[in-house]
């Protein structure tokens, strides 16, 4: 299946459509009672994650189809959790895991990489060959997945100051290593394993103090997929070291 700018544009509008949703929804749905007033932040950052796959897929970035299909299994995800507690085909939620999916499968593939990943001007400017290039396409797509997560879990109210400065802590780290990883510095690695061990933290002080596994499903979730992220380099990195 090749027709790759046709791919491209209707994966675009997948995104996009998102972005509006959040940010609409954090804009008025206080106002309409349809979310509470501090959710507003969660969801404005929410629209940001998808504002970004969108305008990095039209842009061009080499790290853009990585990320968006990050963020399309992200939305599979809550698609499928929700499912399960529903126990019901809910008519939305299949309209979320099937507008993500099909994002996914858009995305997919060699003709699509080589407009972005496929590029061998970045590859030439970071000296990179095909097995680094391979470790930092998993560690994005792992990176996408996990910052939704992270985003929703530090931006959320909580009850406990310990998880909000552990939590935000995570989300700072996770979001500077990310930029730092996708320009090879090793120090992101580092930052988003550290985020992603203050996140399984946050977890363990959520099921304690809560004893309800729901409430640490996103920072276990996703401090588990920022710590697959830096999966990829840990061996590079200890050989460094060594």
Same mark, same amino acid.
């Not at 992101?188 to 959520?206: F, I, Q, R």
């Given at each position: ?99 993500? +999916? ?16 496929? $590029? ?13 290039? $391979? ?35 995570? +989300? ?32 363990? &002080? ?19 997929? &920022? ?7 840990t061996g590079s990195i200890l050989?460094?070291?060594?």
């Amino acid at each position: 299946m090749k027709l790759v700018g046709e791919r491209r544009a209707i994966a675009a509008v997948c995104f996009v459509i998102y972005f509006f949703l959040y940010f609409f929804m954090a804009l008025v749905g206080p106002m309409l009672g349809i979310v509470e007033d501090a959710m507003a932040p969660a969801l404005y950052a929410l629209a940001g994650v998808y504002g970004l796959a969108f305008f990095s897929l039209v842009a061009g970035y080499f790290w853009a189809r990585w990320y968006s299909v990050g963020v399309g299994l992200y939305g599979l995800i809550v698609a499928l959790v929700g499912f399960w507690q529903l126990k019901t085909l809910e008519p939305v939620l299949v309209f979320i895991g099937g507008t993500h +999916l099909l994002a996914v499968l858009l995305l997919w593939g060699n003709a699509m990489s080589a407009g972005y990943d496929g $590029q061998t001007a970045w590859r030439e400017k970071l000296h990179m060959d095909e097995n680094a290039v $391979q470790r930092l396409g998993r560690s994005v797509i792992r990176a996408g997945v996990s910052l939704p997560m992270v985003l929703l879990y530090a931006l959320a109210p909580k009850p406990g100051s310990a998880e909000v400065v552990l939590s935000l802590a995570a +989300l700072a780290l996770a979001g500077f290593g990310f930029r730092a990883m996708v320009k090879l510095r090793t120090w992101g690695v580092v930052a988003m394993g550290v985020a992603g061990g203050l996140l399984l933290t946050c977890a363990g &002080l959520e099921y304690f103090q809560r004893a309800n596994d729901f409430y640490m499903f996103k920072p276990a979730l996703g401090g588990s997929l &920022l710590l697959l992220a830096t999966a990829p380099w840990t061996g590079s990195i200890l050989r460094y070291v060594r």
